[in-house]
């Protein structure tokens, strides 16, 4: 890959990996401030995207468009909707569905966009790989592979979680990764996208967020850094 684009959700992960960016220059484009530079030999441009199916899909679109990224990774927290999952764990993208798309009263299926070749992105395998030996390397048992369901909702119910899995057969919820895998898809260009669970989406908050944010964009550093140094 030539250039590898790097979404970040959280201020605390993109500073991480800012630090870490050697030759840094920075330019704003739509509101989002994009950062050019090398790191571990690899030239990246990291940004974060804002919360939200829209804001990711535009910052993915300008990502390829103006700095040629030929490879997106998106790394943030997420809810857990695999019952198997517990907070902290790790999920990479199989692949990535936008949940809150409902045609359903014109006869297409749950999450279906119509008259398109797909609603449901693949991850790219190579991409995948990595993302795998690179989470059993930094958190060893904690990381399993799923489909990513997003949507512009924040799921705090025990109800539309059980729907999620059941009727989705999602691993977790988060609220960018399946607008991110549509403009690549869109665009021809690779991504996967790195979760950390975050809560159950429940509405239980039996997480010490703040604490929990500093563990989570930790690990996502050290995973997203031994993807680029695999690539
Ligand atoms: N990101 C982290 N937790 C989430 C949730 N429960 N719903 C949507 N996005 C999330």
Do not use: W
Not at 32 to 50: A, E, N, P
Not at 164 to 181: H, I, K
């Amino acid at each position: 890959y030539g250039t590898i684009g790097i979404i970040g959700a959280m201020q605390e992960e993109i500073e991480l990996l800012l630090a870490g960016l050697e030759n840094k220059e920075s330019e704003r484009h739509a509101g989002i401030d994009y950062h050019r530079g090398v790191f571990h030999g690899r030239k990246v441009v990291l940004t974060r995207s804002g919360v939200g199916k829209v804001n990711a899909a535009v910052c993915t679109q300008i990502l390829i468009d103006r700095f040629g990224a030929d490879a997106i990774l998106f790394t943030g927290v997420a809810g857990a909707v695999d019952p198997a999952l517990n907070i902290g764990d790790i999920v990479i993208s199989s692949s990535c569905l936008q949940h809150d798309v409902d045609v359903t009263a014109l006869g297409f299926a749950p999450g279906v966009i119509p008259y398109q070749d797909v609603s449901e992105y693949p991850a790219e395998a190579g991409l995948i790989a990595l993302a795998e030996s690179a989470g059993e390397k930094v958190y060893p048992g904690r990381c399993a592979t799923g489909k990513v369901l997003s949507g512009d909702q924040f799921i705090a119910d025990r109800g539309v979680v059980k729907k999620l899995y059941e009727e989705l057969g999602g691993a977790c919820t988060e609220m960018e990764g399946a607008s991110v895998a549509q403009a690549c898809h869109m665009n021809g260009v690779p991504y996967v996208v790195i979760r950390s669970m975050s809560d159950k989406a429940d509405g239980s908050a039996h997480v010490n967020f703040a604490e929990f944010t500093v563990e989570a964009a930790n690990r996502s550093f050290a995973i997203v850094a031994e993807i680029v140094k695999g690539l």
